[in-house]
Nanobody, 122 residues
Framework: QVQLAESGGGLVQAGGSLRLSCAAS????????MGWYRQAPGKQRELVAL????????NYADSVKGRFTISRDNAKNTMYLQMNSLKPEDTGVYYC???????????????WGQGTQVTVSS
């Protein structure tokens, strides 16, 4: 069984910073691309940032470019999101996603974490 667990969310003032972590655990054979998504109240879930399996390529939503940085530590099966210069519109539940192959599985599957709340006050 595979689990993704986010941590690092919280309440911060506008202009502040937070660092989110997403740790994959369980019977993992390999981890591919990973990403962060967020969902604000009353809105659809949206992509925030993506990172390839090697970490060599990243992609960001226009709204967070220059402020957020996605990274990963493959030795720890962990992904990070460093969020700087936070704005009230960054408020939402942040979810991590991973495309991974569990031990004994025949194909790659998409896994989601339970989400962590980020609230930015003005």
């Amino acid at each position: 069984q595979v689990q993704l667990a986010e941590s690092g969310g919280g309440l911060v003032q506008a202009g502040g910073s937070l660092r989110l972590s997403c740790a994959a655990s369980g019977s993992i054979f390999s981890v591919g691309a990973m990403g962060w998504y967020r969902q604000a109240p009353g809105k659809q879930r949206e992509l925030v940032a993506l990172i390839t399996s090697s970490g060599g390529s990243t992609n960001y939503a226009d709204s967070v470019k220059g402020r957020f940085t996605i990274s990963r530590d493959n030795a720890k099966n962990t992904m990070y999101l460093q969020m700087n210069s936070l704005k009230p519109e960054d408020t939402g539940v942040y979810y991590c996603n991973a495309l991974l192959k569990s031990t004994g599985a025949s194909h790659i599957q998409s896994y989601w974490g339970q989400g962590t709340q980020v609230t930015v006050s003005s």
